[in-house]
């Protein structure tokens, strides 16, 4: 089904394309407007927004609130690709729609990048007992990257490097500008990065459970946390009755007191946990997409992994 989607969707894309690019100007001609920037999920939003400042129009390509591995884009999604300078997604893991659609009907001016060249990535989680709900989302993880790989900061300053390379040559005339944005974002990543490792330095465990599809390999790999979730890359999956009760041994076996539900997912499987082990819930925050409020009231990716540091601290009981 996703397939034939994915086909009808670029068989439409390509119709509309070819009439607009009858009468628009090129994309090269760039006189007398901003620089036109598309992402797809948040991490690449916020970055690129850091950077450009007012120099560029960045859109999110997600409307808030969505849950960004069901994401599949409209034909007016794709036209305003088509229409921008720089069009930015996560990984062809992520975005398995992005390469295809790129290969076979991105104008030839579309500048595009995928955010995750140079990044250290790592294998895809597969869970043995689960119940999929979509096994066309199964397939599109399954033997190959976890593509969570924002939650990295190491590989978050790598993104930011990417972006800022394309964006500077499309528009080279603000070139310093935003090369001094970046360099000053990832200051603040590394900060982040060294604030993680001294607040998670010292706990009375280093194991957390979470309720939701498996986000935060990254995360726990860098910092040496254990990580155990309820599903592997598809949020749709059910996990088994085998698995809820190997998550409740592992709960009452290293003595947590909390465990972590996920942003724009139910809390259902993190609220059952809870109520059969007599524990409390806290949030993990994948910075997948934001809500409509968070968007208005622009919350930062820091902001975010800032609150995700406060609650891995409180559930890590960290001194």
């Not at 120099?55 to 690709?81: C, M, Q, R, W, Y």
Request: aromatic share 8%; charged share 20%; net charge neutral.
């Amino acid at each position: 089904m996703y397939f034939i989607n994915l086909v009808t969707i670029i068989t439409a894309f390509a119709m509309v394309l070819s009439a607009c690019q009858k009468s628009a100007p090129p994309v090269e001609n760039r006189a007398g407007r901003q620089l036109s920037v598309v992402t797809t999920l948040f991490p690449l939003y916020d970055f690129a927004r850091t950077i450009c400042g007012d120099k560029a129009n960045v859109t999110l390509l997600l409307p808030p609130g969505v849950e960004a591995h069901s994401f599949e884009p409209k034909p007016t999604d794709l036209i305003a690709i088509s229409k921008a300078d720089v069009f930015i997604y996560t990984n062809p893991a992520m975005e398995p729609w992005a390469t295809k659609m790129v290969k076979s009907v991105a104008p030839p001016a579309l500048k595009v990048v995928d955010a995750s060249l140079g990044t250290a990535t790592l294998p895809a989680e597969i869970h043995s007992h689960e119940e999929h709900g979509h096994t066309d989302d199964k397939h599109r993880h399954e033997g190959d990257i976890d593509p969570h790989i924002w939650l990295d900061f190491k590989n978050a300053e790598k993104i930011v490097d990417n972006l800022t390379s394309a964006i500077m040559e499309k528009d080279p005339v603000n070139a310093v500008f935003y090369k001094a944005n970046a360099a000053a974002y990832k200051t603040e990543l590394a900060k982040l990065d060294g604030d993680f490792r001294s607040g998670l330095k010292s706990c009375s465990t280093r194991s957390f459970i979470h309720g939701g599809h498996y986000a935060f390999g990254y995360l726990a790999h860098r910092y040496g946390l254990t990580y155990h979730s309820a599903q592997a890359m598809n949020p749709d999956a059910e996990p088994t009755p085998a698995t809820i009760t190997e998550l409740l041994k592992l709960v009452k076996s290293n003595h947590l007191k909390y465990v972590y539900a996920e942003e724009l997912v139910s809390p259902r499987v993190s609220e059952m946990l809870s109520h059969e082990a007599g524990v409390k819930i806290l949030m993990l925050h994948g910075a997948h997409n934001i809500s409509k409020d968070d968007l208005s009231g622009r919350v930062t990716f820091i902001d975010l992994m800032r609150k995700n540091l406060e609650n891995l601290k409180t559930g890590l009981i960290c001194r």
